[in-house]
């Protein structure tokens, strides 16, 4: 009776692993497909700079459903960092729109940020949270936090 009883823990312990093991590997291997009508990444070079210095702000954007939609870019952050759109246009509320097409599934945004720092700081590490509005909605799962450290000279 004993000996049964022990077969029957194995076949249990064996049962539970081979359970956790699937379960991982469904979670891992096959993920939902997101619905989201764009895609979007970024990159941050350099991610320290000194004061004064550019940080260029690289966004790779693409339209997965190919239709037109109006994107808008909404930056919040602190108000010692200017935002520009490529290298001269100075984002105003730090908000930038553009449209993209079925015509050009596939955009690459740049943006160029300069920072400052409060008197007597000698270092700043400064959040810049990207909302993204899309055809005049603001798409939560595309939400960003990007961050920019600034030193002294």
């Known amino acids: 009776m004993r000996r049964r009883q022990r077969n029957y823990s194995w076949i249990a312990i064996i049962f539970i692993g081979l359970a956790i093991i699937t379960i991982l590997i469904a979670y891992f291997y096959f993920e939902p497909e997101s619905n989201l009508p764009l895609k979007i990444s970024y990159s941050l070079d350099p991610s320290?700079?000194?004061?004064?210095?550019?940080?260029?702000?690289?966004?790779?954007?693409?339209?997965?459903?190919?239709?037109?939609?109006?994107?808008?870019?909404?930056?919040?952050?602190?108000?010692?960092?200017?935002?520009?759109?490529?290298?001269?246009?100075?984002?105003?509320?730090?908000?930038?729109?553009?449209?993209?097409?079925?015509?050009?599934?596939?955009?690459?945004?740049?943006?160029?940020?300069?920072?400052?720092?409060?008197?007597?700081?000698?270092?700043?590490?400064?959040?810049?949270?990207?909302?993204?509005s899309l055809d005049k909605q603001i798409v939560p799962e595309l939400t960003k936090n990007i961050y920019l450290t600034v030193t002294e000279d």
């Open 48 to 132: 320290t700079v000194k004061v004064n210095n550019p940080a260029k702000l690289n966004f790779s954007i693409t339209n997965v459903n190919e239709t037109f939609h109006e994107v808008q870019f909404i930056f919040n952050t602190d108000s010692r960092l200017e935002i520009y759109a490529g290298t001269d246009e100075l984002l105003t509320n730090n908000i930038y729109n553009f449209t993209i097409g079925f015509y050009e599934a596939d955009q690459v945004r740049e943006f160029i940020i300069i920072g400052s720092l409060e008197e007597n700081i000698a270092r700043a590490r400064y959040q810049i949270q990207l909302q993204v």
